[in-house]
């Protein structure tokens, strides 16, 4: 009698599961609108290379301050191209963005509450998280909600089905402004210096503009 082949033991032998797909780190900052352009379409372009985003909130002031940097809209000479260029790259890629007034913004409010929503310590929904970063970015590029006045905030943040007292309380609290601060550390310590940024695989990518190279780094064009 022949022996079985391999493939008889096939389904009594237990199977290795697949390793998780390596994330794609993507930092934003709720004031910048190329940051908010990639936030529209991140989740997309990663699903087609079968692998999650990571999202991580934070404040361009720091990294600008850590890189030695300021914002392309403080010199006089770049302001009115960046300004256009906002509007353009939106266009292009599909997005509704009408530029918000006053601009940029302090956004460590929304940010607290992002943290808030998606650390284990707090609400631990980064699902919630990434929905309130979609709610936040695009109430601001595009129906000018102010995100650092506490009432537009508050108001918006009960709209997408937050309590207002909670809001008050979180984006106060001494222990969601320092988990911001951590994640503000954390990353400067990842090279981070603008919005938005990638790393995937350990490569970083910096900007709106490289999508096509963040594209084609995850179909293997390496």
């Known amino acids: ?73 403080a010199y006089p000479l770049k302001r009115e191209y960046v300004l256009r260029d906002f509007a353009r790259s939106a266009r292009l890629e599909g997005v509704p963005y009408r530029q918000p007034d006053p601009f940029p913004i302090a956004t460590h409010q ?15 929904d980064p699902a919630r998280a990434v929905r309130w970063a979609h709610t936040g970015l695009r109430a601001y590029f595009t129906r000018n909600v102010n995100l650092s006045d506490a009432a537009q905030l508050r108001a918006l943040a009960v709209e997408f089905g937050l309590d207002g007292e909670q809001v008050d309380a979180i984006v106060t609290d001494p222990v969601w402004k320092q988990a911001l601060r951590r994640e503000n550390e954390a990353a400067v310590a990842a090279g981070v210096f603008g919005a938005p940024f990638f790393v995937v695989d350990g490569e970083p990518f910096w900007g709106n503009d490289r999508k096509g190279q963040l594209e084609r780094w995850l179909a293997g064009d390496r």
């Open 1 to 73: 009698m022949d022996a079985p082949g391999p493939s008889a033991y096939r389904g009594a032998m237990p199977q290795t599961p697949a390793a998780p797909a390596a994330p794609i780190h993507f930092w934003f900052d709720f004031s910048s609108p190329y940051a908010y352009i990639a936030s529209e379409w991140i989740e997309a372009l990663a699903a087609r290379h079968r692998r999650p985003v990571h999202w991580h909130a934070m404040l361009l002031g720091v990294t600008f301050q850590a890189a030695e940097l300021k914002s392309p809209v």
């Open 110 to 124: 929304a940010a607290r509450l992002f943290t808030w929503l998606a650390s284990p310590q707090g609400a631990d």
